[in-house]
């Protein structure tokens, strides 16, 4: 497996490795549409000219890059059919795939509307061998701008078995942590809760980030050993510091940035805030596959996704609170305060639902179809 990505900054390495795994840093973050354009045109290239690295190409999410995708499979293509059996050069084609995901505003349909490529990203997906889709809602986006729905597949996102932590394997994981960034220290009587994702939106709205700043103060004032983490980064990082430092809760709140490996964290922490849509395409499915008990906003496109993964009655099970009412948090992490012995054993059951009828194995079952080379 390889990855590739943009330099967000000039600063950054053009290319380092997670693990066994490389990742490309080609060419800096395209700025504005002219130099997207340059952009997708050097992307193209670099993949044209590693091709023969590549069994398959998966774009994850509808994105300009599908662009490049198309522009190096079409070549590929082109070069296979020009040369005699006998040539030497592109033997094979890479399959080449692109993930349609998201729910509600955030999903990469409504990109693909609003975006001034989107009509170009999707005319390229004719060049790509499928889309895949997680809802029936983006099916039929598909359809209707023709995509032929032989080449949609819909995969629904898979949950592994949940696993039981110990006492000794949560206090490894929060020394472990505690060891990396001074402000995630949390003792064994202490309980944390997460937020994580992109730090964005207007301060003036109950959403995102937003939610727990505003709430921390009163929250931290009744309950003396909760900590709460908010992971991640963006546009209102800086407000969320003056915020919380002005209230008075900075040393029991901590803004430690990003995490490449979460793994620690989801061992450590005890309620998760999933606030906005974002949150369903990772937040919201590995706190319900790691078993943590979840304050989920009652918006329609969060009620959406949890009745698409689990029946009625265990829908209306979660922790559901009212994103227009600031209060309506508080109401609802209460409960899980006070009940979490039962708040955690519900969490398990749902973890365990989630992975009986949308098995891990069964989508990488669908995906290793999918990506299977196919050799001319």
């Known amino acids: 497996m390889q990855v590739v990505t943009p330099r967000f900054s000039g600063h950054w390495s053009e290319g380092f490795a997670i693990g066994e795994i490389p990742v490309h840093r080609i060419v800096a973050a395209p700025k504005g549409e002219w130099s997207m354009q340059r952009y997708v045109r050097y992307l193209g290239n670099w993949i044209i000219e590693q091709l023969e690295n590549f ?6 999410g509808l994105s300009d890059e599908v662009r490049s995708v198309a522009m190096a499979v079409t070549h590929a293509r082109k ?10 050069g592109f033997h094979h084609v890479p399959t080449a795939v692109a993930i349609c995901d998201g729910w509600g505003g955030d999903a990469d349909e409504v990109w693909c509307r609003q975006a001034r490529g989107g009509r170009r990203v999707l005319a390229s997906l004719a060049e790509l061998d499928c889309v895949v889709t997680r809802h029936a809602g983006a099916d039929r986006f598909l359809v209707a701008h023709e995509i032929p729905s032989e080449r949609i597949q819909r995969i629904p996102r898979g949950f592994a078995r949940p696993e039981r932590w110990t006492l000794k394997q949560r206090s490894a994981a929060r020394k472990s942590l505690a060891s990396a960034n001074h402000d995630l220290t949390a003792g064994p009587e202490d309980r944390v809760l997460l937020w994580c994702g992109e730090m964005r939106g207007r301060p003036d709205r109950e959403e995102g980030v937003v939610t727990l700043v505003k709430n921390a103060r009163l929250l931290c ?8 983490w908010l992971l991640g980064d963006g546009e ?12 008075g809760v900075r040393s029991v709140v901590a803004i430690p940035g990003t995490f490449s490996d979460m793994t620690d964290v989801w061992r450590s922490v005890d309620f998760v805030a999933a606030t ?4 369903l395409r990772y937040v919201l499915p590995k706190a319900i596959e790691s078993a943590v008990a979840v304050l989920v906003a009652d918006q ?16 209306d099970s979660f922790a559901w609170y009212e994103p227009k009412r600031i209060a309506s948090f508080r109401k609802t992490f209460r409960m899980l305060w006070e009940e979490l012995p039962d708040v955690t054993q519900h969490a398990w059951e ?11 194995n069964e989508e990488m079952h669908r995906w290793a179809e999918i990506l299977s080379p196919r050799r001319s």
């Open 55 to 60: 069994d398959a190409i998966v774009c994850d």
């Open 79 to 88: 070069q296979q059919n020009a040369a005699s059996p006998l040539a030497s």
């Open 221 to 228: 004032g009744r309950y003396p050993n909760l900590r709460i």
């Open 236 to 247: 209102l990082h800086d407000w969320a510091h003056r915020e919380l430092k002005a209230e």
């Open 276 to 279: 906005c849509e974002d949150h």
């Open 300 to 315: 329609p496109p969060m009620r959406e996704w949890v009745q698409t993964y689990f029946e009625p009655a265990v829908a």
């Open 350 to 360: 749902i973890a365990n639902e989630a992975a009986h009828r949308f098995h891990d």
